[in-house]
């Protein structure tokens, strides 16, 4: 979806937007931790995210893939930078049509900086000399799909500030119209560049208005974390420092603790001012990290922590293709990265699997689902790489993580548990002691609000319910007990397949079984998650494969623990257990 | 669908299908009197109905006709009877073309009786010369479509039945090879003729086994009503006739009710007996009267008026076309023959609206949506035409309908009220004498057992709701009272249009709201009833016209009442309600 839309979405509800800026990291850890980072920063919903543009070979691709895998992966709205910088047309056009195939829909059109170590912007043979080109060129190449925004200057853009810090009235005019064609051009947002006094921004929002710039002006803030830091910045862009912020950071200059804490405070103060003269959004430079974007909008009330409100019970997909998505498999709750992934195909949704259609199929399985970030793959070796003896070892392990003692799972992508596992963790820690390895559950939930804090999702004013499920695996013998047992409890359903794929239910092979579902004022009954054979059979494949390569490889190749993970792996099943008695039914009585 | 496979489904869930059968009737009334005791008899469940072929001109458009509206709109899975009497193979083919695109799927294939007048059967120029040729023509013409039914006669076709009554053995045989050589043909079913000997079926059946007959073997039970019409039909047929039979008729032979009594006695031993021997299913001959085959049932267990089962809280449709149909807007719900009749385009479900697209049309009104039957027109004079001098006796005659006093209203096809409208009728009298004149309305169910009487469907096992809801006229200065109180109650949502198409709602031009739906183990959640305002602005065309084309033109031209009807029907508005707090709302108290 266009930022625009959006923010005009977020504003008619009475609603502030705001959104978080971030840069190609260059080392292949800094990019595992700034997804960890935006992750955290998408939860509190971000109208956008964006990534300035990394000029140059290799960061340029890098910059493609972030962004692909922030709107794909991540789930937030992108918005991508773009500059003219050492750019022919060819190359713009390979990164528009990138973005535009994996369903972004947002570009931050910009000239550039000068090419490195030089002092000019210099137009590159075959390509453009000015955002204005740009702008121009995506208009006319690629139509109205992508939302274009461009950089505003209060203070008029560096290049014609003077030595004293000012640029003259009719730099500033001429600025001011350069903008104007910008618009004119097919641009439909302004950034604004960095700025500490307030007053500024304002008269420049006003000037705008005067000529006619119509669309929203967006206020670019950026949190003062570090002296040394904020000087350099300032000075490059060529900013006036209110007397009030040089006089409160001198004193304080050397802690950067303090300075960090006043700069939460300062961009608050501005923020405040800004939104009572009528801004409806904010943008955020958070130069990668998190905590003084955070602190100021907590200052602002623009999140909370004990009300993350979610449209869904995953996270709605932001991609342009996939945004009508509301229906989802159970069994790759914990690993939607890979979810994702597997059903990239689908990409015209409702038209996929799942909506009009049951005939797309999952993608076969990939290194990529089993790759993991450096740090959660340390987290697993700590916690996870223990000499196994016998199975109750195996089984000890599981028991430790549903009672949340570890923070890591082989079969999970997230940090330890969803917060409503802890309703029933106790139970579950019993059967994990006795020979059933749970890996994904849920409690059954009978008319919630759907406000409730761990459990609602789709806003106020409806109700929300699940049935239990469990996903476990466990031997045969059990298997069979448990077969036995449930014919008492005719509420509940559940398949089961190994390895060698040999079958046990009692359901129909097609049966689709919604297991949470919504029920909202004037409207449908949402239904999020099912269970269903199908995808059962695919996700079997992948769950089996994580004993090898998520726990059994992380051993020494003759390590016995590894032989023995290797045989739960080839014997065990994985079983889909769901009580169908959400009123009052107790999943664990079958297991008594 | 076939009846052959519905048969075996039933059996399958260890039930006995049972099935009725009737004759074109030969006048106008006779038709709608038929219509009225199918609706009632279909009201129990029977795999199917079939309707005997009319042959010669007019009687065979009939039964194609009534064919075609016992599968649309009665909504039974139906089997038509087809004879080569007088007919040219064009005019056996336009009958197969003719149900086969009203989505009949089933055809009784006949020889058929002499033509009128003669003594023996002739074939017809161009056409065929019995029962094979036409089994054989429909396989090879219409490929699998059809399910193809052939008549078994257990004692020999009655044109080889001696003058002692009986078959010779080899007359016996050759009639049995005959049968075979039909099913070998593609017929994939066997209704018997009439007969009052149980043994003679049975062997009947047997000695189709030991020569390869493996289909389903329908016994046609033919009740006793009427001694001389019994006489009458057992000599036609040439079946034998018990001695205890007619031992047990001779003294009774001219009270007609004893009769009656003792043919649904005798014929419910026969049953009995039939079942036992491991039949599964019985096919009644109706002779288009209701009351000894409901008797019989009733005696053998299989009908039980307190529990009418529903698969959907709406009658299913049995058109090949439309049987995955399972959603609809709740506004037809006491017309749902003039819904099907508008929706007839949707042909294809789920891709006609409410299924995989939104953009098939509803018919325009005809004036079929206002033709009544004459039993019907009759009850709507006695009860609706009365002097109606002011607002007050109109609100008077809609509050009788709601407190139970009435049998009849102008918007609705049933008779008299649905059973849980009776949940909420005092309420409902109170709001239309104060000006909110209903016509239409449902209780608000929270997790109702779905096999609970009067509100449950979709079997046992589940849970279903539903949410409050109220349809109704009123003047413009009620529905101003009530969109300023309905601020108080955020729960209720509505939406109102008068004649002139003036709109006031508080929802969404494209919300959909599920107002019915249901939690079954293993299965989607069910919402077989919605309000939506696309159809609703539909609906209000029906609404209104109602007012003048069922009620106001019933008085004479110049009559003041019907003026005052009139009047209504230009300035009301037409109010769908909602209250979407299912749990602990009160809908009624928006009205206090």
Redesign the interface.
Known sequence: MKVVDKIKSVTEQGQTAFSFEFFPPKTEDGVENLFERMDRLVSYGPTFCDITWGAGGSTADLTLEIASRMQNVICVETMMHLTCTNMPIEKIDHALETIRSNGIQNVLALRGDPPHGQDKFVQVEGGFACALDLVNHIRSKYGDYFGITVAGYPEAHPDVIEADGLATPESYQSDLAYLKKKVDAGADLIVTQLFYDTDIFLKFVNDCRQIGINCPIVPGIMPISNYKGFLRMAGFCKTKIPAELTAALEPIKDNDEAVKAYGIHFATEMCKKILAHGITSLHLYTLNVDKSAIGILMNLGLIDESKISRSLPWRRPANVFRTKEDVRPIFWANRPKSYISRTKGWNDFPHGRWG?SHSAAYSTLSDYQFARPKGRDKKLQQEWVVPLKSIEDVQEKFKELCIGNLKSSPWSELDGLQPETKIINEQLGKINSNGFLTINSQPSV??AKSDSPAIGWGGP?G?V?QKAYLEFFCSKDKLDTLVEKSKAF??I?YMAVNKSENWVSN??ES????VT?G???????I?PT?VDPASFKVWKDEAFEIWSRSWANLYPEDDPSRKLLEEVKNSYYLVSL?D?N??NGDIFSVFA
Chains 1, 2 share one sequence.
Request: charged share 15%; hydrophobic share 40%.
């Open positions: 009009d009978n008319a004013g109700y319910y005719p509420s359903t359901t129909g049966d689709v079984n919604a579902w029920v909202f004022p004037a409207k449908e009954v239904q099912i769901v169908n959400y009123i």
